[in-house]
């Protein structure tokens, strides 16, 4: 190789080297965990898992839905983090999520409906962090206004309500 087509290379590199640093591990929780992912992961701070508290999700991007619900009367203005978002954060690598809620309720969510306009996974409703009296502390939520493809019976089923666990499987 010549030596200005070597320099160009190793100017190149180290230019692009920010560029391709790998992501901050994940941290680990500092307050009560509120959700616990397990399963295809790739990215974990806990033996075989992912903790998150509060303040993990809330600095994975907030996103906002309004919406009405068939389980709340009027419309909410639902604050969390996308699942999408969620998803890519623990590194996951399966194509369905195993949901389950405080009450050990589960329900089965393809990881397809982790879209940019899909669903998120709220932790606050109309500015106030949900309490379990109010479906918290996570809830599923759907942008059920914005199309008739979300409101349907399947749609409705995959949006737990308590959630506090979530299982990538293959």
């Known amino acids: 190789m010549t030596r200005p087509l070597t320099r160009f290379l190793a100017l190149f590199l ?3 080297a920010p560029l391709v640093a790998t992501a901050e591990p994940l941290p680990a929780p500092d307050g009560p965990v509120v ?11 806990a033996e075989g898992a992912a903790l998150f508290d509060l303040e993990m999700l809330r600095a994975l991007g907030a996103a906002e839905i309004a919406t009405d619900t068939i389980w709340t009367p009027r419309t909410h203005r639902f604050t969390g983090v996308r699942l999408s978002a969620l998803l890519e954060r623990v590194g996951a690598t399966g194509t369905r999520l195993s949901a389950t ?3 050990d309720y589960s329900v089965e969510i393809p990881v397809s409906d982790a879209r940019a306009d899909g669903p998120i996974v709220a932790y606050e409703m109309d500015g106030t962090v949900m309490s379990r009296r109010d479906k918290g502390p996570l809830w ?6 914005s199309s008739a493809a979300y409101r349907t019976e399947v749609i409705y089923a995959r949006s737990i309500w308590q959630l506090d666990r979530m299982t990538v499987l293959d």
């Open 101 to 103: 809620a405080i009450n």
């Open 35 to 45: 959700l616990t992912v397990t399963g295809a992961i790739t990215e974990t701070n």
């Open 140 to 145: 599923v939520i759907y942008p059920f206004s």
């Open 14 to 16: 180290i230019t692009l």
